[in-house]
């Protein structure tokens, strides 16, 4: 299988295996009419499998927000077909309507207007809590 | 625009500060007694509560100011849908500062963003209601002179208890404490109660589910209320609750000086005949709090009486 290698873009590797439609669909990829490149179960020898993600355009996008769901992929950035940044997403300290609080005596649960924000409490594991009721994100 | 929704969102010397002006009014309450004039403090209630409210307007009439809100939803427009937002939004051209409490947890916060002025918490829900850790943190301050080295017993509903979470919180910044957590399995204070506290110097947690067993070592014993409703099981219920109702035969071996705590309502948990010990520190508890509402207004709103 053949992808034309980037002259100017992002490519999104180490997802893990069967992720990358959530971050394709996370990132607003689906709407976005420039060309994107979405490689499944490509054989690793770190993963077994991997997802790879390639944007053909240095799109202005907050992908460190991409560390809540999996903060183990690596980002590149490509530049004149030469890599000029490689990382590790950190994890966001707040995700704002990513996921929803869960907890029925939350503001939100009635207010539906409220953005649902949760706020990284805790490092390990990662742990993120509602901005609001401080419920655990599950 | 500062606003107080958890007790955390108050520093150490910002407490210090509000024990303080607490003790001036309670030294002088006349000194005080007109510095909120043409101040408008809006208590909006969206849910039924007798003390809090009441002491919110005591303090703010004691201040000098005035009142205005409504006592529960029903008599407001949030019966016809209107959003937090919007409520905070209207109300804050008519009052200068917004008491509020809420059933839905982060209702104040949503207040707090949206308003022009400052929003106090007045209980959310089963989560936070930093006026009553106030009124505790003046209490202890009031009854032991200090915050360090004490050796606080936490008894009853340490799973659902609030107010027993925000006084963690708060003791918890400060040097050599001791809790000693008294409650039967099913209403153990959660983990992340405790990992979330803010980690002060020797602190530490001791569990047990005999009060008897610890209640002479303490120097604080903080009592909830072990409602029925917490239990599985009805059996269960009937077997532990009166563990944890305090009598004056349980008493016999705590100190002189023991300082007994309940943020009320009371049912059943504390024995009527210790209200005349003079152990018994709930009803001071009340009235600590009226005066700590009153130091948190004048903070809150900038004003500084010399």
Same mark, same amino acid.
């Given at each position: 299988m053949n992808i034309d290698s980037i002259t100017n873009g992002i490519v999104i590797d180490h997802i893990k295996a069967g992720k990358g439609m959530e971050l394709y669909k996370f990132l607003g990829l689906d709407a976005y009419e420039g060309s994107v490149a979405l490689i499944k179960n490509v054989p690793s020898k770190k993963m077994g499998k991997k997802?790879?993600?390639?944007?053909?355009?240095?799109?202005?996008?907050?992908?460190n927000a991409l560390g809540y769901i999996d903060p183990n992929i690596t980002i590149n950035i490509i530049k004149n077909e030469v890599r000029t940044e490689k990382y590790h997403p950190e994890l966001p300290e707040r995700i704002t309507n990513i996921i929803r609080c869960k907890n029925p005596r939350c503001i939100t649960s009635t207010e539906q207007e409220l953005p649902h924000i949760f706020k990284l409490t805790d490092k390990v594991g990662p742990v993120y809590r509602c901005l609001y009721c401080e419920t655990k994100a599950q | 625009m500062r606003s107080v929704i958890d007790i955390l969102d108050l520093s150490v010397s910002e407490i210090e500060r509000l024990i303080s002006v607490a003790n001036d009014i309670i030294a002088d309450p006349k000194k005080y007694s007109e510095c909120c004039r043409g101040k408008k403090l809006a208590t909006l209630f969206f849910e039924p509560s007798t003390r809090t409210r009441l002491s919110f307007e005591a303090a703010m009439y004691e201040l000098g100011g005035n009142v205005i809100g409504f006592s529960e939803s029903q008599s407001s427009s949030a019966s016809k849908g209107e959003s937090v937002s919007d409520t905070v939004k209207v109300v804050s051209y008519y009052a200068d500062i917004i008491a509020m409490r809420h059933p839905?947890?982060?209702? @104040?916060?949503?207040?707090?963003?949206?308003?022009?002025?400052?929003?106090?918490?007045?209980?959310?829900?089963?989560? +936070?209601? @930093?006026?009553?850790?106030?009124?505790? %943190?003046?209490?202890?301050?009031?009854?032991?002179?200090?915050?360090?080295? *004490?050796?606080?017993?936490?008894?009853?509903?340490?799973?659902?208890?609030?107010?027993?979470?925000?006084?963690? +919180?708060?003791?918890?910044?400060?040097?050599?404490?001791?809790?000693?957590?008294?409650? @039967?399995?099913? *209403?153990?204070? @959660?983990?992340?109660?405790?990992?979330?506290?803010?980690?002060?110097? +020797?602190?530490?947690? !001791?569990?047990?589910?005999?009060?008897?067993?610890?209640?002479?070592? %303490?120097?604080?014993?903080?009592?909830?209320?072990?409602?029925?409703?917490?239990?599985? +099981?009805?059996?269960?219920?009937?077997? *532990?609750?009166?563990? !944890?109702? %305090?009598?004056?035969?349980?008493?016999?071996?705590?100190?002189?000086?023991?300082?007994?705590?309940?943020? *009320?309502?009371?049912?059943?948990?504390?024995?009527?005949?210790?209200?005349?010990?003079?152990?018994?520190?709930y009803f001071k508890q009340v009235m600590y709090g009226k005066y700590m509402r009153m130091s948190l207004i004048l903070m809150l709103l900038g004003i500084t009486v010399s």
């Open positions: 997802d790879i993600i390639k944007i053909d355009s240095l799109l202005d996008i907050d992908l | 839905k947890e982060g209702a @104040p916060l949503v207040a707090s963003l949206k308003a022009g002025i400052p929003v106090i918490n007045a209980g959310d829900g089963g989560h +936070n209601h @930093p006026t009553q850790t106030l009124a505790d %943190l003046l209490t202890i301050k009031r009854e032991k002179g200090t915050f360090d080295g *004490l050796t606080v017993g936490l008894c009853g509903d340490l799973k659902f208890g609030r107010t027993v979470h925000s006084l963690i +919180n708060a003791l918890s910044r400060y040097n050599n404490i001791k809790f000693v957590c008294i409650s @039967p399995d099913e *209403l153990r204070l @959660p983990d992340y109660v405790r990992h979330a506290s803010p980690q002060g110097n +020797n602190m530490s947690f !001791y569990e047990t589910k005999d009060l008897e067993e610890v209640i002479g070592g %303490l120097d604080i014993l903080y009592m909830t209320r072990v409602q029925r409703e917490r239990f599985f +099981n009805e059996a269960d219920y009937i077997r *532990l609750k009166d563990s !944890y109702i %305090l009598t004056p035969e349980k008493l016999k071996t705590a100190k002189n000086d023991l300082c007994i705590m309940h943020p *009320l309502p009371r049912v059943n948990e504390i024995s009527v005949a210790i209200d005349d010990d003079s152990r018994a520190c």
